[in-house]
């Protein structure tokens, strides 16, 4: 557990070293995870382990643990709402709007381009 | 009289009581989601939030006090999305199986979040500065903001509006799938995460976990592409 806890630190570390060192526009994060899903499928290639067996490691429990509370993990970002019902001012009902449509829009976009490649590949 | 408000004043100020605060209102929320059988509109995110934020004003905590118990919350969403990896690998054949459909869908699902929020909110007469600042909003909240201060747009302003979308986006994604008749899992999971990056992620995962997966892989191409899209179309188009 603790140990498995590591490797998601080493790799969040890692991304965020060669994020910077490369000035990447992306989170440390977002490359960790490239890191620790490239280094599983490293692994994997010289047998250590199978995708299939991986959610029985102390990795894939801790991993499932973590993704399991996703959803906490926004709340104090989330709650930082407080501090802002300022600058949202006059526009705050023509923003609610756009972001309402817009994810409705993106939403169906995305499911449908997704759908009509694969059916158009099959 | 004094006693209580002596152990109020001590306990308020200490980052244990916002960090139990924040755990027992999630703890509530959820039990509330898995009550109403995961319905869509109760969101424990949204619960959570609108709760703790109601308790903040009503005793006037300042968000700094609070946040510096809600941090060791915070700090994990950093190892949460490096765990993201794990699920990667356990679907890798189902990932590699969807390549093209995931690059076609992020390049037009990318395009359209950025383009449709710019094009309802300039008609809504909605400025310049603030159209910049909502150019990402379908970003993970760290690159959102970067994208947008790079910009001159407000990161804040640039925080709040990412964080509606990803509740939006969680709330709504199930009820509209499911008017759509779409059942494929992955193609609902990959559209919930380029919308609604971590927070449509969470929702994902809690549905079902290739959901989870896609959502997950579509969270951070979009982080990808939108640090390249937005600033040629705020440069371009406003």
Same mark, same amino acid.
């Given at each position: 557990?603790?140990?498995?806890?590591?490797?998601?630190?080493?790799?969040?570390?890692?991304?965020?070293?060669? *994020?910077? $060192?490369?000035?990447?526009?992306?989170?440390?994060?977002?490359?960790?995870?490239?890191?620790?899903?490239?280094?599983?499928?490293?692994?994997?290639?010289?047998?250590?382990?199978?995708?299939?067996?991986?959610?029985?490691?102390?990795?894939?429990?801790?991993?499932?643990?973590?993704?399991?509370?996703?959803?906490?993990?926004?709340?104090?970002?989330?709650?930082?709402?407080?501090?802002?019902?300022?600058?949202?001012?006059? !526009? *705050?009902? $023509?923003?609610?709007?756009?972001?309402?449509?817009?994810? $409705?829009?993106?939403?169906?976009?995305?499911? !449908?381009?997704?759908? *009509?490649?694969?059916?158009?590949?099959? | 009289?004094?006693?209580?408000?002596?152990?109020? /004043?001590?306990?308020?100020? /200490?980052?244990?009581?916002?960090?139990?605060?924040?755990?027992?209102?999630?703890? #509530?929320?959820?039990?509330?989601?898995?009550?109403?059988?995961?319905?869509?509109?109760?969101?424990?995110?949204?619960?959570? =939030?609108?709760? =703790?934020?109601?308790?903040?004003?009503? /005793?006037?905590?300042?968000?700094?006090?609070?946040?510096?118990?809600?941090?060791?919350?915070?700090?994990?969403?950093?190892?949460?999305?490096?765990?993201?990896? &794990?699920?990667?690998?356990?679907?890798?054949?189902?990932? &590699?199986?969807?390549?093209?459909?995931?690059?076609?869908?992020?390049?037009?699902?990318?395009?359209?979040?950025?383009?449709?929020?710019?094009?309802?909110?300039?008609?809504?007469?909605?400025?310049?500065?603030?159209?910049?600042?909502? #150019?990402?909003?379908?970003?993970?909240?760290?690159?959102?903001?970067?994208?947008?201060?790079?910009?001159?747009?407000?990161?804040?302003?640039?925080?709040?509006? &990412?964080?509606? /979308?990803?509740?939006?986006?969680?709330?709504?994604?199930?009820?509209?799938?499911? #008017?759509?008749?779409?059942?494929?899992?992955?193609?609902?999971?990959?559209?919930?995460?380029?919308?609604?990056?971590?927070?449509?992620?969470?929702?994902?995962?809690?549905?079902?976990?290739?959901?989870?997966?896609?959502?997950?892989?579509?969270?951070?191409?979009?982080?990808?592409?939108?640090?390249?899209? =937005?600033?040629?179309? &705020?440069?371009?188009?406003?």
């Amino acid at each position: 557990m603790l140990r498995a806890f590591a490797v998601l630190l080493v790799c969040q570390l890692a991304g965020e070293v060669v *994020g910077r $060192a490369l000035a990447l526009p992306i989170p440390g994060p977002v490359l960790g995870l490239v890191l620790l899903a490239a280094g599983l499928g490293l692994a994997s290639r010289h047998g250590w382990v199978t995708p299939a067996e991986i959610e029985s490691t102390a990795l894939g429990r801790t991993a499932s643990g973590l993704l399991a509370v996703l959803g906490i993990l926004f709340v104090p970002a989330g709650v930082g709402i407080i501090q802002q019902f300022g600058l949202l001012g006059q !526009y *705050g009902l $023509a923003l609610l709007l756009a972001l309402v449509i817009s994810t $409705a829009v993106t939403l169906v976009v995305t499911v !449908y381009v997704f759908l *009509g490649v694969s059916r158009w590949l099959r | 009289m004094t006693a209580p408000f002596a152990l109020w /004043t001590y306990l308020a100020a /200490t980052p244990l009581l916002w960090l139990t605060v924040t755990v027992l209102a999630w703890i #509530a929320a959820d039990a509330l989601a898995q009550a109403s059988g995961r319905h869509p509109l109760v969101n424990p995110l949204l619960l959570t =939030v609108a709760g =703790v934020a109601a308790l903040l004003l009503a /005793t006037g905590t300042p968000y700094g006090t609070y946040f510096a118990g809600a941090q060791f919350v915070h700090f994990l969403l950093g190892p949460a999305t490096v765990a993201i990896a &794990v699920p990667l690998f356990r679907n890798w054949p189902l990932v &590699v199986r969807h390549a093209l459909p995931m690059l076609a869908a992020l390049l037009a699902g990318g395009l359209t979040a950025i383009a449709s929020a710019l094009a309802v909110a300039a008609s809504l007469g909605v400025p310049h500065d603030v159209l910049v600042a909502l #150019a990402p909003k379908s970003v993970t909240a760290g690159i959102a903001m970067g994208i947008s201060e790079g910009l001159g747009g407000a990161p804040a302003l640039t925080a709040v509006l &990412v964080i509606a /979308t990803g509740l939006i986006g969680a709330v709504m994604v199930t009820p509209l799938m499911n #008017a759509l008749g779409i059942r494929d899992y992955a193609a609902r999971g990959f559209a919930v995460g380029l919308a609604s990056h971590g927070i449509g992620t969470a929702r994902a995962f809690t549905v079902d976990p290739v959901a989870g997966t896609f959502a997950g892989i579509a969270m951070g191409l979009n982080a990808l592409l939108s640090a390249v899209l =937005v600033p040629l179309i &705020v440069r371009w188009v406003l």
